[in-house]
């Protein structure tokens, strides 16, 4: 494999720009984690998996990682076991939103499921781990809706909440009362994100396609993915 004709500079450029607006969200707090002092959602979770659409699943999950450590070792993050544990969630969500396979995108959901339920907590709160059938339900349906903006969304976010809340209940200690004071809020956090996620997609393939117009800039498909469907012009 030629690296030299995979890393072209187009794709390197489109790669810096994406991760420098992970890196931006990553910084800008939405909401607290249950569990974790001084632990956040951030509008990270609003956009992050778009990455994957626009560079495709590989080099989405590339530029997500990449701003991730950034994060982590240069704004120094404390390198606790929550912060490490956190970069992962959302490199699964972008393949998600960025793959059309069926097969991985079912896997890893269920693999979060499984892993939930053979803690001892997670026994009792198993009906918490439903929630991760989702992206599961999503990709086994037909391709025009499996593929559909509003269900990749909801499969992507939930997609990043299981493999999250998979590594969590065997990290930071929980109650099964608390996971069922979580249902409402999860269920809520969950639908704004996979709404965050579908409006900045659309808004984000109109915009590129505007400024690659405007500037009369040609950019291979395989490099940067715009679905016409949602241009200005369209």
């Given amino acids: 494999m030629n690296l030299k004709n995979l890393f072209t500079k187009k794709r390197l450029i489109f790669l810096v720009i994406f991760a420098v607006l992970v890196l931006v969200g990553k910084n800008i707090n939405f909401s607290p984690l249950v569990g974790a002092d001084n632990q956040f959602f951030t509008l990270f979770q609003f956009f992050g998996p778009i990455s994957g659409a626009f560079l495709g699943s ?22 606790t076991w929550i912060n490490i544990m956190r970069l992962s969630p959302m490199l699964f969500a972008a393949y998600y939103f960025g793959s059309k396979k069926r097969n991985l995108n079912v896997i890893f959901p269920l693999i979060a499921i499984g892993l939930f339920i053979l803690h001892p907590v997670g026994r009792q709160a198993w009906f918490y781990s439903l ?90 498909s395989d490099i940067l993915r715009i679905e016409k469907r949602f241009t200005i012009k369209a």
């Avoid at 990709?139 to 809706?145: E, H, S, T």
């Avoid at 709404?195 to 109109?206: K, L, Q, R």
């Fill in 131 to 220: 929630f991760w059938t989702i992206p599961v339900i999503v990709r086994v349906l037909p391709a025009k809706y499996a593929l559909s903006v509003p269900l990749r969304s909801l499969g992507a976010t939930f997609t990043a909440h299981a493999v999250g809340g998979a590594l969590w209940i065997w990290t930071v200690p929980m109650t099964p009362e608390m996971y069922v004071m979580l249902l409402p809020i999860t269920a809520f956090e969950r639908l704004l994100f996979a709404a965050g996620i579908g409006i900045s997609y659309v808004a984000f393939n109109a915009l590129l396609d505007k400024v690659l117009v405007k500037f009369n800039i040609k950019v291979p």
């Fill in 58 to 79: 590989i080099f989405g999950v590339i530029a997500v990682l990449v701003a991730q450590l950034i994060d982590f070792f240069v704004v120094g993050k404390e390198a």
